[in-house]
């Protein structure tokens, strides 16, 4: 059974950045899409990035759209999300996902579509 864990996250000013990295016990001998999801108080889980199997197709939501960059590394079984000019309510736990789903370019958006999850990591945006 696939595990993944987070790391990364801290406490950090308005428009400042971190790197996230969520590292996966096995990618190389299934096809896994991946997903970072994030969830603040009080709210529901959001999804904020995807990464088909194939690694060919990268989405984002609309509210993190040009400053977090999502990305994997095969090779050491990680995928990342670098987060740049963050604002204060980008504060949330943030999720990494995964799902074996052959290889494709699908990319997920709803948790359903996950099997697997990471316990989350803190992110605090706060000056």
């Known amino acids: 059974q696939l595990q993944v864990v987070e790391s990364g996250g801290g406490l950090v000013q308005p428009g400042g950045s971190l790197r996230l990295a969520c590292a996966a016990s096995?990618?190389?001998?299934?096809?896994?899409?991946t997903a970072w999801f994030r969830q603040a108080p009080g709210k529901e889980r959001e999804w904020i990035s995807c990464?088909?199997?194939?690694?060919?197709?990268?989405l984002y939501a609309d509210s993190v759209e040009a400053r977090f960059t999502a990305s994997r590394n095969i090779a050491n079984r990680t995928v990342y999300l670098q987060m740049n000019n963050l604002k204060v309510e980008d504060t949330a736990v943030y999720y990494c996902?995964?799902?074996?789903?052959?290889?494709?370019?699908?990319?997920?958006?709803?948790?359903?579509?996950?099997?697997?999850w990471g316990q989350g990591t803190q992110v605090t945006v706060s000056s």
């Open positions: 996902a995964a799902v074996d789903y052959g290889l494709g370019s699908h990319c997920l958006v709803r948790v359903s579509d996950y099997d697997y």
């Open positions: 096995e990618f190389t001998r299934k096809y896994y899409a």
């Open positions: 990464i088909s199997s194939s690694g060919g197709r990268i």
